[in-house]
């Protein structure tokens, strides 16, 4: 098995749902930029305990600050996951899939985004793979639910500076360093 350790590419599907009107770009991250089929991996802890995985969106092209209701289908016949948020970067839910699955069972969950301010809409898919409790399983999700919440805690151009690296760095009394441009002022 080749390693994966791309994971900054996105993949869109814009699908227009209801009488609600087609637009809204939804975007899930592939787990492989160049291959944007390849199933994200979950795997079981035990025979009863699903690993806990991470299941990342955003709809970029909503204003901030629109709400937007959000919906995810899991694929596996469990219950879904509906919550609305006004954070268009962060669309993200967790899941644990079947435990009994076998090694290769596959799932798509489908995120369904209406922004209820602008009367849009669209939708997305994201793969998921059972595998093995193995070590390349275990660390795959591990890059999964770590490069995401680098993406939840980064800091945008629109938003405030007050991530928490800049949290820890005003606790600690450190300060930041001005570019070398601004300090001959």
């Not at 098995?1 to 009107?21: D, E, H, N, Q, Y």
């Amino acid at each position: 098995m080749g390693k994966r350790l791309s994971f900054i590419g996105l993949v869109m599907l814009i699908v227009p749902t209801g009488s609600w009107a087609a637009g809204l770009t939804v975007l899930t991250v592939p787990w492989d930029p160049a291959h944007p089929l390849t199933p994200h991996t979950t795997y079981p802890i035990s025979s009863t305990t699903e690993a806990t995985i991470v299941l990342g969106a955003t709809a970029p092209s909503a204003a901030p600050g629109d709400s937007l209701s959000v919906t995810w289908v899991f694929g596996d016949g469990s219950t879904n996951a509906t919550f609305t948020t006004t954070n268009q970067y962060d669309l993200s839910t967790t899941h644990q899939y079947p435990a009994s699955a076998a090694p290769g069972t596959a799932w798509t969950a489908v995120i369904t985004v209406q922004d209820t301010t602008a009367g849009t809409s669209g939708t997305a898919n994201y793969y998921v793979s059972q595998e093995a409790n193995i070590l390349s399983s275990r660390v795959n999700v591990a890059i999964d639910t770590g490069l995401w919440y680098m993406h939840q805690t980064m800091w945008r151009a629109n938003a405030p500076a007050n991530g928490p690296c800049l949290q820890y760095c005003r606790r600690a009394g450190l300060r930041l360093l001005r570019h070398r441009r601004d300090r001959r002022q």
